[in-house]
């Protein structure tokens, strides 16, 4: 499976950003799936992760302001971002594990983009 992220940029805080991440070489995305970011000298960490019924998992830092979502049909998985704070400054990957039908929380997926950057100002 290939997955192509885009939709980063930069904005100031308080804005909003979607995330997009095209998936190639799969039919469909009956599968774990999810976003993680890594800051400049921090570890990489999970962000939110969607199963194959559609069920989600947020970390704590951006629950309430993040949604992740897919559309089967267009093979994408979304990341929308809103009330972004500085801290939310990252590069964001899109990952994924065809073999895995449900989600181990926000643990590490087999399959990476090759992310996208996010930079948010105050």
């Known amino acids: 499976v290939q997955l192509v992220e885009s939709g980063g940029g930069s904005v100031q805080a308080g804005g909003s950003l979607r995330l997009s991440c095209a998936v190639l070489?799969?039919?469909?995305?009956?599968?774990?799936m999810g976003w993680f970011r890594q800051a400049p000298g921090k570890e990489r960490e999970g962000v939110a992760t969607?199963?194959?019924?559609?069920?989600?998992i947020y970390a704590d830092s951006v629950k309430g302001r993040f949604t992740i979502s897919k559309d089967n049909a267009k093979n994408t998985l979304y990341l929308q971002m809103n009330s972004l704070k500085p801290e939310d400054t990252a590069m964001y990957y899109c990952?994924?594990?065809?073999?895995?039908?449900?989600?181990?929380?926000?643990?590490?997926?087999?399959?990476w983009g090759q992310g996208t950057q996010v930079t948010v100002s105050s």
């Open positions: 070489g799969y039919t469909h995305m009956r599968y774990c």
């Open positions: 990952a994924a594990d065809p073999y895995l039908p449900s989600c181990s929380g926000l643990s590490a997926l087999g399959y």
């Open positions: 969607i199963d194959s019924r559609g069920s989600t």
